[in-house]
């Protein structure tokens, strides 16, 4: 069975119209996505390029090539565009519409007006840049775990290749008996049916990457303390329920840390909840940046923080822990020209063993915690296992639960 360009065309722009359309009712569904609404104009300016194609020999060369190739490069030019706001990253203007101007400047150019070739070869590699660059800005937002990122990628990579072999394959390739050269050879037919199917399975994958981006937005909000961006109580305690189950394979010390912000409530009263929140943040940005990338930090609720530090020595824990009791005091001087000047105390277990679950260490370093509250606050206290060891073998009821955080948050 022979296939038949003018009908490919047909059926191309119905296919680019109906996917534009549907992306743009995707969008509407969640305007949250914005790259959505471009893919889905890209699709629909690629339907008005066939379709000026499609007018080929009833109109001027200057519509249905110059005119219809400017507008084919700027369609790859917004799905370049939507993959870079899909990854948060500005539109660029001159770039968006750089190929096209490139296109209708050189298309005057003597030279190139009169070689086939050359223009099929110019078209040809405006559009591979635009694909590999969108290939590109898809590879570059890697570390977020979309699985459907990959198959995005490669499918526009291996569409970008054949556009760029299409001048020496379609030397190679034969043509028709009537010798038509824009609609009658067999390259043109297989580059036609192909950008047909990658039009549609590209449109379903994007779809699929939006949904997949939403999807796993949920999924990590109910892990995410609102107010300083941080783990909150159910991620850290999952999070070190894992990292303590390594220790069974690979045994290494690790410290964990209760923090709890001295007189937080004087502090809202004082200075109002607006400043609070701000304290919080501070709170969560210094103590973010005095840990590793490899520890475990999060917001266990209120004022109160803790945070896993993996391979932790006692000295280690407490030059850490001393090193977030001072930047604290220093960033909180002055908060947003109110002389605030909040402190924070610190309990530390340190575990060389994976004999206590993650509510056990945390009830041992709350222990530590109320030592250092009654001591003066702004300080630091570490508990030893062996003496929570100790106590646990003596049936101390409170050694390896978490105890009661009242008496210690009012104070």
């Not at 101007?101 to 110019?122: E, G, K, M, Q, Y």
């Not at 050879?185 to 779809?207: G, R």
Request: charged share 20%.
């Amino acid at each position: 069975m022979n296939l038949d360009v003018n009908t490919l065309f047909l059926v191309t722009i119905y296919v680019e119209a109906i996917l534009g359309l549907l992306l743009l009712f995707a969008w509407v569904q969640n305007t949250a996505i914005y790259a959505v609404a471009w893919w889905g104009f890209a699709d629909l300016l690629r339907a008005a390029s066939i379709m000026l194609f499609g007018m080929y020999g009833t109109v001027s060369d200057l519509i249905s090539i110059d005119l219809a190739n400017a507008v084919l490069f700027t369609a790859f030019a917004l799905t370049w565009t939507g993959a870079r706001v899909f990854d948060h990253r500005r539109p660029l203007p001159i770039l968006l519409f750089g190929g096209a101007a490139l296109w209708l400047v050189l298309c005057h150019v003597p030279s190139i007006a009169a070689s086939w070739d050359i223009r099929v070869l110019l078209s040809s590699g405006i559009i591979t840049a635009y694909t590999w660059a969108t290939a590109y800005e898809f590879w570059r937002g890697r570390s977020e775990p979309l699985v459907s990122r990959w198959p995005a990628i490669f499918m526009l990579f291996a569409h970008g290749s054949l556009y760029l072999l299409r001048t020496p394959l379609g030397a190679m390739l034969p043509w028709t008996p009537d010798g038509n050269k824009v609609f009658q050879s067999v390259w043109l037919t297989v580059l036609s049916f192909e950008a047909l199917l990658f039009t549609i399975s590209i449109a379903f994958i994007l779809l699929a990457m939006a949904k997949e981006r939403t999807e796993y937005r949920h999924r990590t909000a109910a892990l995410i303390d609102p107010l300083t961006g941080i783990a909150n109580r159910r991620a850290f305690l999952q999070d070190g329920e894992v990292q303590l189950r390594r220790q069974t394979t690979d045994p290494r010390p690790i410290a964990v840390m209760l923090l709890d912000l001295d007189n937080f409530k004087s502090i809202n009263d004082r200075f109002g909840h607006a400043i609070g929140d701000r304290v919080l943040q501070l709170f969560a940005n210094v103590a973010g940046n005095c840990i590793r990338r490899a520890d475990l930090f999060g917001r266990l609720g209120g004022e109160e923080f803790a945070a896993m530090l993996v391979d932790a020595t006692r000295e280690r824990a407490m030059a850490i822990a001393e090193d977030i009791r001072h930047s604290f005091a220093e960033a909180t001087h002055e908060v947003e020209g109110r002389p605030v000047v909040a402190t924070v105390s610190i309990g530390i277990v340190i575990s060389y063993d994976a004999v206590l679950d993650i509510s056990a260490l945390l009830a041992q370093a709350d222990h530590a915690l109320y030592r250092a509250k009654d001591n003066g606050r702004n300080r630091i206290e570490i508990a030893s296992i062996e003496l929570i060891l100790d106590r646990a073998k003596r049936g101390v009821p409170e050694a390896l639960g978490m105890p009661k955080t009242a008496a210690r948050s009012a104070a």
